[in-house]
């Protein structure tokens, strides 16, 4: 569902039902269509975890669940690319359809369900473009029928660590039955207890990388504290703020408003800020953030970076907009910069 290949391209294969078309984008983006932009201009590069980010854009785990087009949205403009949600067996993901357009609010309501390829598949793929240039993060998560969930994560991180620039543990869609249960203290101390076993040995066998965590927007003020002290302790090296949200705000307009799953694209936008400065103010600059959540503009990545973001991430606005998006946030970040902005 979503419509890289230029304005024109864009509106035709907005015409398809929303899945069918994000199928014909990626087909598309294999075979060669996609844009190239040129080089960044070097003012826009950021350090985040030890590794040099080109431009703080990034695109957002869920566009390319199974690493089929990394190079494609690298080239595209974007200064890193999340892959996945990979889960170790593949899953076919929640009955269609399970994705929805809000057109009104230039929105979109998912519940696809981790459908995914598996990591069998998902890491031959990032083994063919290994040594090619470019930040491509691996956004792990569970199987829905699992029976051990951080075996699934500790697996994840085993197969993927040596194709990958970071890894992402994703504890926030709304679509896997619990997996947001893990945020809370407990689980949580216990998960990342286990990915710091996994990471240890991983590190001293294959060296290290960066181990990222996605949360979800829907956290109340003990739960933010929660996750910023246990993510802190454990050693985690970024926050991404956030996943979709399971809220619909009050007059939530198009006729697919009411259907169930994660929310995402503007009507995300001040929540996602919102959470994303409380957990700001939590960490004190102690951990970096990617800010993530309905960014349509310049000036919503720039809300981002203001409210602690190092990096911001987007996808949703891509359906709407297009590529040239990705360029005209980068302007607009450059021209912020030129006239005092700060990314802390
Ligand atoms: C169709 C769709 C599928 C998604 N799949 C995933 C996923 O597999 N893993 C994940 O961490 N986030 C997933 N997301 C969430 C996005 O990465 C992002 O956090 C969220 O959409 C908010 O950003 P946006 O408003 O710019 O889209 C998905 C989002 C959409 C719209």
Not at 62 to 75: C, I, Q, S, W, Y
Not at 277 to 296: H, K, R, S, T, Y
Request: net charge neutral; aromatic share 4%.
């Amino acid at each position: 569902m979503m419509e890289t290949l230029g304005h024109a391209g864009s509106r035709l294969v907005r015409l398809l039902p929303a899945e069918s078309a994000h199928r014909v984008t990626i087909q598309a983006l294999r075979a060669g269509f996609g844009p190239r932009v040129q080089t960044d201009d070097p003012r826009l590069a950021v350090e985040l975890a030890g590794l040099h980010f080109p431009n703080p854009v990034g695109l957002a785990a869920g566009f390319d669940k199974n690493a089929e087009v990394p190079d494609a949205m690298l080239r595209a403009g974007f200064g890193f690319v999340e892959c996945g949600t990979v889960t170790p067996r593949p899953q076919a993901g929640n009955p269609k359809p399970r994705l929805f357009r809000l057109l009104e609010e230039q929105a979109v309501i998912n519940r696809m369900g981790f459908n995914n390829d598996g990591l069998a598949v998902f890491c031959d793929r990032l083994r063919e473009r290994s040594g090619r240039p470019g930040i491509v993060g691996a956004n792990i998560g569970a199987n829905k029928d699992s029976d051990d969930r951080m075996e699934d994560y500790a697996q994840g991180m085993r197969r993927v660590w040596l194709h990958c620039s970071y890894v992402t543990v994703n504890i926030s869609s709304p679509n896997t039955p619990g997996l947001r249960a893990l945020q809370t203290r407990g689980a949580l101390e216990e998960l990342l207890g286990g990915v710091n076993e996994v990471r240890a040995i991983q590190t001293r066998t294959h060296g290290p990388r960066p181990v990222f965590l996605k949360v979800a927007p829907d956290l109340d003020e003990d739960e933010v504290r929660a996750i910023a002290e246990v993510s802190r302790a454990s050693g985690i090296d970024a926050l991404i703020v956030s996943n979709t949200t399971i809220d619909r705000p009050q007059g939530l307009r198009g006729a697919a408003a009411t259907e169930a799953g994660g929310l995402s694209g503007r009507p995300l936008m001040a929540k996602s800020t919102r959470l994303l400065q409380e957990f700001a103010d939590a960490l004190d600059g102690a951990m970096p953030l990617i800010g993530v959540g309905g960014i349509a503009s310049a000036a919503d990545a720039i809300a981002k970076l203001e409210a602690g973001a190092r990096a911001v991430q987007l996808y949703t606005a891509l359906v709407w907009q297009g590529p040239g998006l990705v360029k005209q946030i980068k302007l607009g970040i450059l021209a912020w910069l030129e006239a005092g902005g700060r990314i802390r």
